[in-house]
């Protein structure tokens, strides 16, 4: 067992409980625990106020984060080829999922099958310092309101000997503050990603595998957090679990941003997730028309939204009047009432109707009355630059 120093500052990562409850398609290994986890606290400090630093977008479908490669290879990977480590670890993560199945009283199946991580990027030749992972609106969703949570030792998570640990720890901890809990055997096959998967189908050998082990390698540490006791009666398919918390974090106060959040009239200043849904709309825009001043662009979206909650009586849905704001940029039809003198407008092209009207007036000789009702850019497009050197 590796030494750990007890006086020095534990560093904490807080999982909504519900969340670090679920259960899963497939099993984890440490390292995809261990980095899903720490996936997991870049979204949570994002949506709790204290750091954008590593959130690359945040819109209606997904939220894009990037993850130091180094800090990767630091914490999680021991020896051996770590490129390769690398790419095995995230080729994994991408292929996990949340699966619910159930079996309705018509013999049908229902299910939804969501994949927690659709997109894992890492393009060394672009930017080999980071990799950018995706997550899905419906599971970052079920990560953020930490209105009941746990807190797990990172010092632990690295020093547990495999993913069946973190997970088992994780659920540990998440009954913690009952001191006993009793579980379904296949209920907690589930929460391991066994069910699915057809493993450990008997008692004796996921009692002798998986959970012997895992309870042992937590104890071991019982000193720097909890202890777990448990035994199953014969006969029958439930687990009775008993923790006893030796160490004992301090409580934090969670307060999680809220996206509907009203901004303040006076401040102007929309809360950071706000913020970041408001860059995201902004860079995805310019993708699509061209943008001269971001920055007021931005205010005058702000004084929209603003106006909008002034006049709802009830709590404002953001995302639906940013997306609609997106859309009216993005179709160059929001021009009322503010931000339509921060769009670009479209390069002239050849309108045959001022053509004509500009050719009547060419006719009367009439240069000084073009030049006066149309922009030079207008009078070049539609054949007629001849005119400024007459």
Wanted: net charge negative; hydrophobic share 35%.
């Amino acid at each position: 067992m590796t030494d750990i120093n007890d006086d020095e500052d534990r560093e904490l990562r807080v999982i909504n409980r519900n969340f670090s409850l679920g259960e899963y398609g497939e099993s984890w290994s440490k390292m995809e625990r261990y980095l899903f986890i720490e996936i997991y606290d870049t979204i949570k400090r994002f949506f709790m106020g204290e750091s954008d630093e590593n959130i690359v977008e945040y819109g209606s479908t997904h939220i894009t984060i990037k993850i130091s490669v180094k800090a990767i290879k630091q914490k999680f990977f021991k020896g051996g080829n770590k490129r390769k480590q690398l790419l095995d670890v995230a080729e994994s993560l991408s292929q996990k999922k949340i699966s619910m199945i159930s079996i309705e009283d018509s013999d049908q199946y229902g299910f939804d099958f969501i994949t927690i991580f659709p997109r894992i990027s890492y393009n060394p030749l672009i930017n080999k310092n980071d990799m950018y992972v995706e997550i899905h609106n419906s599971v970052y969703e079920e990560m953020v309101p930490i209105e009941s949570f746990c807190q797990l030792d990172l010092k632990l998570l690295g020093e547990f000997n495999s993913g069946n640990t973190i997970r088992l720890y994780e659920i540990f901890k998440s009954y913690a503050f009952r001191k006993s809990f009793d579980i379904n055997f296949n209920d907690l096959r589930k929460k391991l990603g066994f069910f699915n998967e057809g493993s450990y189908e008997e008692w004796k050998y996921f009692n002798a595998k998986v959970l012997k082990p895992a309870v042992q390698n937590i104890n071991s540490y019982k000193e720097y957090d909890i202890e777990v006791f448990y035994e199953k009666s014969r006969g029958l398919d439930r687990i009775e679990f008993k923790i006893k918390t030796h160490k004992v974090h301090d409580a934090r106060k969670i307060n999680v941003l809220n996206l509907n959040e009203k901004i303040d009239p006076d401040t102007r200043t929309p809360n950071l997730i706000q913020q970041k849904y408001l860059n995201t709309l902004v860079s995805f825009c310019k993708n699509k028309t061209k943008i001269t001043n971001e920055v007021e662009l931005i205010n005058w979206i702000i004084s929209d939204l603003i106006n909008q909650q002034l006049k709802s009586e009830e709590q404002v849905d953001f995302k639906r009047m940013i997306n609609e704001i997106s859309k009216q940029i993005r179709m160059d039809i929001y021009t009322q009432p503010y931000s339509h003198q921060y769009l670009g407008k479209k390069e002239n092209t050849f309108d045959p109707v001022i053509y004509e009207e500009i050719k009547k007036m060419e006719l009367k000789g009439e240069y000084e009355l073009i030049k006066t009702t149309y922009t030079e850019e207008q009078i070049y497009t539609n054949h007629f630059g001849f005119i400024f050197s007459s």
